[in-house]
Protein backbone atom coordinates (compact mmCIF):
# COMPACT_ATOMS: atom_id res chain seq x y z
CA UNK A 1 0.00 0.00 0.00
CA UNK A 2 0.99 3.34 -0.72
CA UNK A 3 3.87 2.08 -2.90
CA UNK A 4 4.19 4.00 -6.24
CA UNK A 5 6.38 3.82 -9.23
CA UNK A 6 9.10 6.74 -9.81
CA UNK A 7 7.66 7.95 -13.61
CA UNK A 8 3.83 8.25 -11.99
CA UNK A 9 6.16 9.84 -8.82
CA UNK A 10 7.29 12.65 -11.26
CA UNK A 11 3.62 13.34 -12.90
CA UNK A 12 2.36 13.71 -9.89
CA UNK A 13 4.47 15.86 -8.68
CA UNK A 14 4.61 18.03 -11.76
CA UNK A 15 0.52 18.04 -11.60
CA UNK A 16 1.11 19.00 -7.87
CA UNK A 17 3.39 21.76 -9.19
CA UNK A 18 0.77 22.98 -11.63
CA UNK A 19 -1.89 22.99 -9.03
CA UNK A 20 0.43 24.94 -6.66
CA UNK A 21 0.68 27.53 -9.35
CA UNK A 22 -3.65 27.40 -10.21
CA UNK A 23 -4.29 27.83 -6.56
CA UNK A 24 -1.78 31.29 -5.81
CA UNK A 25 -3.73 32.38 -9.16
CA UNK A 26 -7.16 31.53 -8.02
CA UNK A 27 -6.58 32.83 -4.25
CA UNK A 28 -4.98 36.26 -5.75
CA UNK A 29 -7.61 36.62 -8.90
CA UNK A 30 -10.89 35.80 -7.79
CA UNK A 31 -10.50 35.43 -3.59
CA UNK A 32 -11.44 31.94 -2.99
CA UNK A 33 -8.31 30.29 -1.42
CA UNK A 34 -7.72 27.51 -4.32
CA UNK A 35 -9.18 25.34 -2.26
CA UNK A 36 -11.79 24.50 -4.73
CA UNK A 37 -9.27 23.28 -7.69
CA UNK A 38 -6.68 21.63 -4.61
CA UNK A 39 -9.63 19.29 -3.44
CA UNK A 40 -10.02 17.80 -7.00
CA UNK A 41 -6.16 17.84 -7.49
CA UNK A 42 -5.69 16.25 -4.00
CA UNK A 43 -8.33 13.20 -4.62
CA UNK A 44 -7.01 12.20 -7.51
CA UNK A 45 -3.45 11.99 -6.04
CA UNK A 46 -4.69 9.73 -2.98
CA UNK A 47 -6.35 7.70 -5.11
CA UNK A 48 -3.01 6.86 -7.27
CA UNK A 49 -1.49 6.29 -3.83
CA UNK A 50 -4.48 3.87 -3.08
CA UNK A 51 -6.20 5.92 0.61
CA UNK A 52 -9.20 4.05 0.91
CA UNK A 53 -12.41 5.53 -0.53
CA UNK A 54 -13.78 6.29 2.68
CA UNK A 55 -10.76 8.73 3.81
CA UNK A 56 -9.98 10.01 0.43
CA UNK A 57 -12.06 13.14 0.80
CA UNK A 58 -11.16 13.59 4.60
CA UNK A 59 -7.47 13.67 3.70
CA UNK A 60 -8.27 16.10 0.98
CA UNK A 61 -10.57 18.44 1.98
CA UNK A 62 -8.13 18.47 5.85
CA UNK A 63 -5.03 18.83 2.93
CA UNK A 64 -6.45 21.81 1.52
CA UNK A 65 -7.08 23.70 4.32
CA UNK A 66 -3.49 23.53 4.98
CA UNK A 67 -1.96 24.48 1.57
CA UNK A 68 -5.01 27.93 1.90
CA UNK A 69 -2.47 29.18 4.96
CA UNK A 70 0.53 30.68 3.41
CA UNK A 71 -1.12 31.28 0.21
CA UNK A 72 -4.04 33.51 2.02
CA UNK A 73 -1.77 35.20 4.42
CA UNK A 74 0.13 36.18 1.49
CA UNK A 75 -3.29 36.91 -0.84
CA UNK A 76 -4.87 39.08 1.80
CA UNK A 77 -1.87 41.26 2.66
CA UNK A 78 -1.35 42.14 -0.91
CA UNK A 79 -4.98 42.81 -0.80
CA UNK A 80 -5.08 45.35 2.46
CA UNK A 81 -2.05 47.01 0.96
CA UNK A 82 -4.70 48.37 -1.67
CA UNK A 83 -6.99 49.19 1.05
CA UNK A 84 -9.65 46.89 -0.30
CA UNK A 85 -9.82 44.76 2.72
CA UNK A 86 -13.19 45.85 5.19
CA UNK A 87 -11.33 45.50 8.24
CA UNK A 88 -14.37 46.26 10.45
CA UNK A 89 -16.44 43.50 9.00
CA UNK A 90 -13.37 41.23 9.36
CA UNK A 91 -13.58 41.65 12.68
CA UNK A 92 -16.62 41.05 13.14
CA UNK A 93 -16.72 37.49 11.31
CA UNK A 94 -13.48 36.39 13.07
CA UNK A 95 -14.89 34.88 15.98
CA UNK A 96 -17.94 32.99 14.61
CA UNK A 97 -16.34 31.86 11.64
CA UNK A 98 -13.24 29.91 13.86
CA UNK A 99 -16.42 28.47 16.02
CA UNK A 100 -18.01 27.44 12.97
CA UNK A 101 -15.06 25.97 11.40
CA UNK A 102 -14.01 23.99 14.50
CA UNK A 103 -17.72 22.84 14.11
CA UNK A 104 -17.41 21.74 10.91
CA UNK A 105 -14.63 19.33 11.66
CA UNK A 106 -15.89 18.00 14.06
CA UNK A 107 -18.81 16.82 11.39
CA UNK A 108 -16.79 15.60 8.40
CA UNK A 109 -14.93 13.57 11.27
CA UNK A 110 -18.20 11.57 11.26
CA UNK A 111 -19.99 12.20 7.70
CA UNK A 112 -19.13 9.48 5.04
CA UNK A 113 -16.65 10.77 1.70
CA UNK A 114 -20.22 10.99 -0.48
CA UNK A 115 -22.29 13.74 1.67
CA UNK A 116 -18.64 15.38 1.75
CA UNK A 117 -18.41 15.07 -2.50
CA UNK A 118 -22.56 16.21 -2.42
CA UNK A 119 -21.74 19.28 0.00
CA UNK A 120 -18.17 20.67 -2.61
CA UNK A 121 -20.36 19.42 -5.91
CA UNK A 122 -23.12 21.68 -4.86
CA UNK A 123 -21.31 24.64 -3.71
CA UNK A 124 -19.39 24.71 -7.08
CA UNK A 125 -23.12 24.33 -9.17
CA UNK A 126 -24.53 26.72 -6.91
CA UNK A 127 -22.56 29.12 -6.16
CA UNK A 128 -21.06 29.40 -9.77
CA UNK A 129 -24.50 29.56 -11.17
CA UNK A 130 -25.25 32.69 -9.21
CA UNK A 131 -21.95 34.37 -10.24
CA UNK A 132 -22.04 33.42 -13.73
CA UNK A 133 -25.70 34.60 -14.51
CA UNK A 134 -25.41 37.87 -12.08
CA UNK A 135 -24.95 40.39 -14.50
CA UNK A 136 -28.61 39.72 -16.05
CA UNK A 137 -30.49 38.89 -12.46
CA UNK A 138 -28.58 40.01 -9.48
CA UNK A 139 -29.21 39.16 -6.47
CA UNK A 140 -29.08 42.36 -4.48
CA UNK A 141 -30.79 42.66 -0.53
CA UNK A 142 -29.50 45.65 0.48
CA UNK A 143 -27.44 48.90 0.09
CA UNK A 144 -24.90 47.97 2.70
CA UNK A 145 -23.64 44.98 5.15
CA UNK A 146 -26.17 43.84 8.00
CA UNK A 147 -25.64 44.44 11.55
CA UNK A 148 -23.31 42.63 14.07
CA UNK A 149 -26.00 39.60 14.70
CA UNK A 150 -26.91 38.90 10.77
CA UNK A 151 -22.73 39.04 10.05
CA UNK A 152 -21.96 36.99 13.08
CA UNK A 153 -24.74 34.26 11.35
CA UNK A 154 -23.12 34.53 8.75
CA UNK A 155 -19.81 34.27 9.43
CA UNK A 156 -21.06 30.97 11.01
CA UNK A 157 -21.99 28.99 8.35
CA UNK A 158 -19.87 30.20 5.91
CA UNK A 159 -16.95 28.74 8.76
CA UNK A 160 -18.84 25.43 8.98
CA UNK A 161 -19.48 24.67 5.49
CA UNK A 162 -15.83 26.09 4.35
CA UNK A 163 -13.90 23.68 6.76
CA UNK A 164 -16.30 21.04 5.31
CA UNK A 165 -15.51 21.05 1.96
CA UNK A 166 -12.06 22.46 2.31
CA UNK A 167 -12.20 26.06 0.82
CA UNK A 168 -11.06 28.97 2.06
CA UNK A 169 -14.70 30.97 1.94
CA UNK A 170 -13.74 33.89 -0.25
CA UNK A 171 -16.19 33.01 -3.15
CA UNK A 172 -19.24 32.82 0.07
CA UNK A 173 -17.85 35.83 1.59
CA UNK A 174 -17.77 37.34 -2.20
CA UNK A 175 -21.54 36.54 -2.77
CA UNK A 176 -22.68 38.27 0.94
CA UNK A 177 -20.48 41.44 -0.05
CA UNK A 178 -22.41 41.50 -3.47
CA UNK A 179 -26.10 40.89 -2.46
CA UNK A 180 -25.53 43.91 0.03
CA UNK A 181 -24.19 46.37 -2.13
CA UNK A 182 -20.32 45.78 -1.67
CA UNK A 183 -18.23 45.59 -5.24
CA UNK A 184 -16.61 42.12 -5.86
CA UNK A 185 -13.10 43.74 -5.52
CA UNK A 186 -13.95 44.53 -1.74
CA UNK A 187 -15.63 40.91 -1.21
CA UNK A 188 -12.81 39.23 -2.89
CA UNK A 189 -10.16 41.43 -0.63
CA UNK A 190 -12.47 40.27 2.49
CA UNK A 191 -12.47 36.90 1.60
CA UNK A 192 -8.92 36.29 1.09
CA UNK A 193 -8.88 37.60 5.25
CA UNK A 194 -11.45 35.14 6.20
CA UNK A 195 -9.21 32.56 4.64
CA UNK A 196 -6.65 33.42 6.70
CA UNK A 197 -9.14 32.74 9.42
CA UNK A 198 -10.92 29.28 8.03
CA UNK A 199 -7.51 27.61 6.97
CA UNK A 200 -5.75 27.55 11.00
CA UNK A 201 -8.05 26.56 12.62
CA UNK A 202 -9.67 23.74 9.93
CA UNK A 203 -6.52 22.13 9.43
CA UNK A 204 -5.37 21.93 12.90
CA UNK A 205 -9.06 20.20 13.38
CA UNK A 206 -9.02 18.27 10.43
CA UNK A 207 -5.40 16.93 12.03
CA UNK A 208 -6.97 16.26 15.27
CA UNK A 209 -10.42 14.51 13.68
CA UNK A 210 -8.00 11.98 11.72
CA UNK A 211 -5.95 11.04 14.13
CA UNK A 212 -7.48 7.66 14.54
CA UNK A 213 -7.45 6.54 11.26
CA UNK A 214 -3.40 7.13 10.97
CA UNK A 215 -2.57 3.55 10.52
CA UNK A 216 -4.73 4.03 7.14
CA UNK A 217 -3.11 7.01 5.78
CA UNK A 218 -0.06 7.67 3.39
CA UNK A 219 3.21 8.17 5.63
CA UNK A 220 3.95 11.98 6.64
CA UNK A 221 -0.11 12.69 7.48
CA UNK A 222 -0.88 14.42 10.37
CA UNK A 223 -4.47 13.61 10.96
CA UNK A 224 -6.00 14.27 7.63
CA UNK A 225 -3.59 16.35 6.30
CA UNK A 226 -0.99 14.94 4.40
CA UNK A 227 2.69 16.97 5.11
CA UNK A 228 4.22 15.86 1.56
CA UNK A 229 0.97 17.53 0.03
CA UNK A 230 1.01 20.52 1.59
CA UNK A 231 4.49 21.09 1.30
CA UNK A 232 4.57 20.65 -2.28
CA UNK A 233 2.14 23.19 -3.31
CA UNK A 234 1.96 25.80 -0.10
CA UNK A 235 5.37 27.02 -1.41
CA UNK A 236 4.60 27.89 -4.74
CA UNK A 237 1.02 28.96 -4.39
CA UNK A 238 1.98 31.48 -1.64
CA UNK A 239 4.76 32.78 -4.60
CA UNK A 240 2.34 33.41 -7.46
CA UNK A 241 -0.69 34.94 -5.23
CA UNK A 242 0.48 38.48 -5.41
CA UNK A 243 0.32 37.86 -9.57
CA UNK A 244 -3.17 36.48 -9.01
CA UNK A 245 -4.07 39.89 -7.21
CA UNK A 246 -2.64 42.36 -9.38
CA UNK A 247 -4.44 40.72 -12.42
CA UNK A 248 -7.55 41.10 -10.33
CA UNK A 249 -7.50 44.39 -10.27
CA UNK A 250 -7.31 45.12 -13.83
CA UNK A 251 -10.64 43.40 -14.58
CA UNK A 252 -13.81 44.45 -13.99
CA UNK A 253 -16.84 43.11 -11.65
CA UNK A 254 -18.12 41.49 -14.60
CA UNK A 255 -15.51 40.07 -15.89
CA UNK A 256 -14.49 38.19 -12.43
CA UNK A 257 -18.36 37.29 -11.85
CA UNK A 258 -18.01 34.84 -15.23
CA UNK A 259 -14.48 33.66 -14.63
CA UNK A 260 -15.49 32.76 -10.78
CA UNK A 261 -18.87 31.16 -11.73
CA UNK A 262 -17.73 29.09 -15.23
CA UNK A 263 -14.51 27.80 -12.55
CA UNK A 264 -16.99 26.35 -9.64
CA UNK A 265 -19.57 24.90 -12.10
CA UNK A 266 -16.87 23.10 -13.53
CA UNK A 267 -15.29 21.35 -10.41
CA UNK A 268 -18.67 21.09 -8.43
CA UNK A 269 -20.44 19.25 -11.28
CA UNK A 270 -17.04 17.11 -11.59
CA UNK A 271 -18.14 15.41 -8.35
CA UNK A 272 -21.53 15.27 -8.69
CA UNK A 273 -20.99 13.47 -11.55
CA UNK A 274 -18.67 11.20 -10.03
CA UNK A 275 -21.43 10.99 -7.48
CA UNK A 276 -24.21 9.56 -10.35
CA UNK A 277 -21.86 7.29 -11.92
CA UNK A 278 -20.93 5.51 -8.73
CA UNK A 279 -24.78 5.37 -7.73
CA UNK A 280 -25.46 3.79 -11.38
CA UNK A 281 -22.51 1.40 -10.65
Excluded: C
Excluded at 150 to 156: D, H, N, Q, R, V
Excluded at 204 to 209: H, L, P, S
Excluded at 216 to 234: D, H, M, R, T
Amino acid sequence: MFGIPVQELAFLGALLLVGGVATGLLAGLLGIGGGAIIVPVLYYLFGVLDVPDDLRMHLSVGTSLAIIIPTSIRSYLSHKKRGAVDMQALRILAVPLIVGVLLGAALAAVLGSDLLKLAFGLFGVLLGSQMLFAGTSRLKIANDLPGRTAMSLFGGAIGMFSSLIGIGGGALVTLVFTMYGRTIHQGVATGAGVGVLISIPGAIGFAVAGWPEMAELPPFSLGYVSAIGALLIAPVSMLVAPLGVRIAHAFSRRQLEVALGIFLITMGGRFLIDLIVNLVD
